[in-house]
């Protein structure tokens, strides 16, 4: 139990354009979805925090206009990397808790390579 | 033995011995502590967890122990494996956070030598 999905698991894109990534929790109904980003042997970074049917909460230095964030069901978050630059490539991480239980339950990752 | 890379601790164990990782906490309000264990290019993945009215607690080869009076949380995994190597983080939830946030600790890579 508790599996959480990302896809796609790679993707390469040019500067400029946008990318989407989903996350999905495949046999619980997931309260709240986290979003993080990881550097080279660096920990996870929070970058924001979406309950369902509500707006997301970014944390302290993360552009909202440029990481959109959807959380339409109690399945599905979407993060969507707008105009993409090279900087943002990284390695991006979704997990996902259901309610009243504090464990997270982490996707496999998302490499994004943008040229 | 122990080694400080570019961002990441190193922890050298010798298969089949046992290994300590340690974390020290921040949040002396910190109500809950979790392990994980992430693999090159996976997502972390979860290990055992405890709550700050625990001092011990064990599951299958690992045991997870929380010493609150100095902050320090370890993980102790018995008879290490080559698949145990991996990068293996520890995670604090502050009880007044209310947002259910992680707190990540920097992470420790776990090399196993043959």
């Known amino acids: 139990g508790a599996v959480v999905s990302q896809h796609p698991s790679r993707v390469i894109c040019k500067s400029g354009t946008s990318v989407k990534i989903e996350c999905r929790s495949l046999d619980f109904q997931a309260t709240t979805m986290f979003w993080y980003r990881q550097f080279p042997k660096q920990s996870l970074m929070l970058m924001a925090t979406?309950?369902?049917?509500?707006?997301?909460?970014?944390e302290q230095g993360v552009e909202k206009d440029k990481f959109l964030i959807n959380h339409a069901s109690l399945t599905l978050s979407t993060l969507t990397v707008t105009s993409a630059h090279p900087e943002d490539s990284s390695f991006y991480i979704c997990?996902?808790?259901?309610?009243?239980?504090?464990?997270?339950?982490f996707g496999p990752g998302t490499r994004l390579t943008v040229l | 033995g122990e080694s400080v890379g570019l961002h990441l601790p190193t922890l050298s164990v010798q298969e089949g011995d046992n290994s300590i990782i340690n974390c020290a906490y921040s949040?002396?309000?910190?109500?809950?502590f979790i392990w994980y264990k992430q693999e090159s290019g996976k997502g972390p993945q979860f290990i055992i967890d405890?709550?700050?009215?625990?001092d011990k607690r064990q599951g299958q080869r690992v045991t997870v122990l929380l010493n609150k009076t100095v902050k320090h949380l370890s993980l102790q995994i018995a008879a290490t494996q080559p698949g145990d190597s991996a990068v293996y983080f520890c995670a604090e939830i502050p009880y007044t956070s209310g947002t259910y946030k992680y707190i990540f600790g920097t992470g420790t890579r776990l090399k196993v030598l043959a």
């Open positions: 949040n002396s309000a910190s109500d809950y």
């Open positions: 997990s996902a808790r259901a309610s009243g239980v504090y464990t997270q339950y």
């Open positions: 979406s309950n369902e049917g509500s707006k997301a909460t970014y």
């Open positions: 405890i709550r700050s009215n625990m």
